[in-house]
């Protein structure tokens, strides 16, 4: 854990000289049981850009080829990330996530899957998990370009409900998946609005 507050230490205070650093809305995230944190992704900055502001330790699905980097893969495994392959995610992976989740934790998804994805479409994994484990869902809105010294903003809104999805079917995965990406989009449209 402390290698994780001190990367989250260092990423912070880069943010902050770097990209003016705004956050908004920390206090709609949980401060016990299960979260998952939904985000619109851009960039490869996001995970952090999203998790550093966040009092508890976030963790993350990261590309398998990641872990196989000196170094760096052995790093972002200290700090919450566990591997998935490559074309899919692996049964251990969807089992390794809802047991963070059942254990009290918090797991950052990115739904739209890659920053390719300008559609705003959404994979189901974010809500199955979430409705699987019982996680609050806080919806993320990064908005901004990374580039420097201008400013970047990140947006926890209020949880998103999906008991109404609580069935769980392939048709109900996808309508709970699309009212996460609507309420990510409605806050980036509002903040750009401003």
């Given at each position: 854990?402390?290698?994780?507050?001190?990367?989250?230490?260092?990423?912070?205070?880069?943010?902050?000289?770097?990209?003016?650093?705004?956050?908004?809305?920390?206090?709609?995230?949980?401060?016990?049981?299960?979260?998952?944190?939904?985000?619109?992704?851009?960039?490869?900055?996001?995970?952090?850009?999203?998790?550093?502001?966040?009092?508890?330790?976030?963790?993350?699905?990261?590309?398998?080829?990641?872990?196989?980097?000196p170094v760096f893969g052995w790093g972002i495994r200290q700090v919450g990330a566990?591997?998935?392959?490559?074309?899919?995610?692996?049964?251990?992976?969807?089992?390794?996530?809802?047991?963070?989740?059942?254990?009290?934790?918090?797991?950052?998804?990115?739904?739209?899957?890659?920053?390719?994805?300008?559609?705003?479409?959404?994979?189901?994994?974010?809500?199955?998990?979430?409705?699987?484990?019982?996680?609050?869902?806080?919806?993320?809105?990064?908005?901004?370009?990374?580039?420097p010294f201008r400013k970047m903003t990140v947006i926890y809104g209020k949880p998103?409900?999906?008991?109404?999805?609580?069935?769980?079917?392939?048709?109900?995965?996808?309508?709970?998946?699309?009212?996460?990406?609507?309420?990510?989009?409605?806050?980036?449209?509002?903040?750009?609005?401003?």
């Amino acid at each position: 854990m402390l290698l994780y507050r001190t990367f989250r230490f260092g990423f912070r205070v880069l943010f902050r000289v770097l990209y003016r650093t705004e956050i908004i809305g920390l206090s709609h995230i949980p401060d016990e049981g299960a979260v998952v944190l939904c985000s619109n992704h851009i960039s490869l900055l996001d995970p952090p850009f999203m998790g550093t502001p966040v009092r508890r330790k976030v963790h993350f699905m990261a590309k398998e080829e990641l872990f196989k980097i000196p170094v760096f893969g052995w790093g972002i495994r200290q700090v919450g990330a566990f591997p998935v392959k490559r074309g899919g995610v692996s049964k251990e992976s969807i089992k390794l996530a809802i047991q963070l989740l059942r254990d009290g934790k918090v797991m950052g998804i990115f739904p739209e899957g890659t920053r390719k994805n300008s559609g705003g479409m959404g994979k189901k994994g974010a809500a199955m998990l979430a409705l699987k484990s019982g996680a609050a869902v806080v919806p993320v809105a990064i908005v901004g370009n990374y580039k420097p010294f201008r400013k970047m903003t990140v947006i926890y809104g209020k949880p998103v409900d999906l008991t109404e999805f609580s069935e769980g079917g392939s048709e109900q995965l996808e309508a709970a998946t699309d009212k996460i990406m609507s309420v990510i989009r409605r806050m980036i449209a509002e903040r750009n609005a401003v």
